[in-house]
């Protein structure tokens, strides 16, 4: 028995998307990211399908999601972005993770364990080139590398930096930030004899950075098949355009014929103007469909769209369907993605709830049952 609320994840819309990203990566490696379970697609299924069509590593936030990987048999580098401190480093040396090192801190007992394991383990480093959350700043960077370098069992793989605007493609700051990572790295190959991984560019650098792809590239967004900067860059882009793969559908429970006047819902937020005809969905905020949402969204039922009405409770939320015929009990309806002609992006969605298409996709795939369709 499975929930009425369906989250489907289109492995032909991943697939198209990651040909996509290949295409302007332009001979870059791809590391797909996957942290917050693949954007809410599913981390492991998302990573399975990158790993077939040639991802060179993947970004996770935090170790543990590393582990899943190697135990799901992903056998490419696997970057641990957040929290390589004390307490994780033997779970990421056991599990041969590549740790992310924002500081010089960490370096001796990452050293330490991996000699213990007899082992090598690659690391790469994070630059603070603009983006002011985490690294370490350029002044200290030959430092960091120095002390990376004389590690015994460390091998320094990769240098990487972050965007913080590029998913503003008109923004001066990306170049900046570029700027300031190809002149704090130009030593590198004096001091390492080359073979170092310079990566910088996230979907947004991808698409809208010149010059910025570099050894290899970090899609997130853009592999879930949306634009960094929403409507705008889908609008703006040439063909072929990314797939958004995730569709989020549910079923009605109850159609009810109320008289004009009526009040619907908590607070009465909203009160009927006419004799209406109104569906019942199982959904709420309690499945990410949140209660900003009220009065304010709309859904597809019969490939039309209707307005949300009313407060969105936990778990039930109110459509207004008068004058479409036939609306029945059981009956689908689309809360995002395509249904007939019509089709709500998760865009569409991040504008209603105020937010961004990642925290809609985000919700809508971790909290509900998923699968993976075509
Ligand atoms: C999440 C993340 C990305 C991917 O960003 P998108 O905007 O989703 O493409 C790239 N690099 C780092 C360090 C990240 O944390």
Not at 137 to 151: Q, S, Y
Not at 327 to 343: F, N
């Amino acid at each position: 028995m499975r929930s009425l609320n369906r989250v489907e994840v289109s492995r032909s819309a991943l697939i198209h998307n990651f040909g996509i990203c290949r295409q302007w990566a332009d001979g870059a490696a791809i590391m797909p990211l996957v942290k917050a379970d693949g954007y809410g697609h599913g981390m492991i299924d998302c990573a399975r399908v990158f790993a077939e069509q040639g991802a060179a590593a993947f970004g996770v936030a935090e170790a543990i999601e590393g582990v899943r990987l190697r135990a799901a048999g992903i056998t490419q580098p696997i970057l641990v972005l957040a929290g390589v401190i004390p307490q994780t480093l033997p779970t990421m040396v056991e599990a041969d993770l590549t740790p992310v090192v924002v500081d010089a801190a960490i370096v001796p007992e990452l050293s330490r364990l991996a000699g213990l394991q007899r082992r090598e383990i690659g690391v790469h480093v994070k630059l603070d080139a603009g983006m002011g959350r985490q690294g370490v700043l350029p002044e200290d960077f030959v430092d960091l590398v120095r002390t990376v370098r004389g590690a015994p069992h460390l091998r320094l793989d990769g240098v990487m930096a972050h965007f913080p605007c590029s998913d503003e493609p008109q923004s001066a700051n990306s170049a900046q930030v570029l700027r300031t990572f190809t002149a704090t790295t130009a030593s590198l190959a004096a001091l390492t004899g080359g073979g170092c991984c310079l990566h910088l560019a996230n979907s947004g650098g991808l698409f809208y950075v010149a010059g910025a792809r570099l050894d290899m590239v970090r899609p997130g967004i853009a592999l879930y098949g949306y634009y960094p900067d929403g409507e705008t860059g889908r609008a703006a882009a040439a063909p072929p355009l990314l797939r958004p793969a995730m569709r989020f559908a549910t079923r009605i429970i109850q159609v009810r014929r109320v008289p004009a006047g009526s009040g619907l819902g908590y607070s009465h937020l909203f009160t009927t103007s006419r004799p209406s005809t109104i569906a019942v969905l199982p959904v709420g905020y309690d499945d990410g469909y949140l209660r900003k949402l009220s009065n304010r969204a709309q859904v597809l039922i019969h490939g039309r769209r209707v307005p949300t009405v009313g407060r969105i409770s936990m778990n039930l939320t109110l459509v207004d369907v008068t004058g479409i015929d036939g609306v029945q009990v059981g009956d689908e309806a689309v809360l995002l993605g395509r249904q007939g002609e019509e089709t709500i992006t998760a865009d569409e969605i991040a504008a209603w709830m105020e937010t961004i298409s990642y925290e809609v996709l985000c919700l809508f795939g971790k909290l509900n049952d998923r699968e993976m369709i075509d």
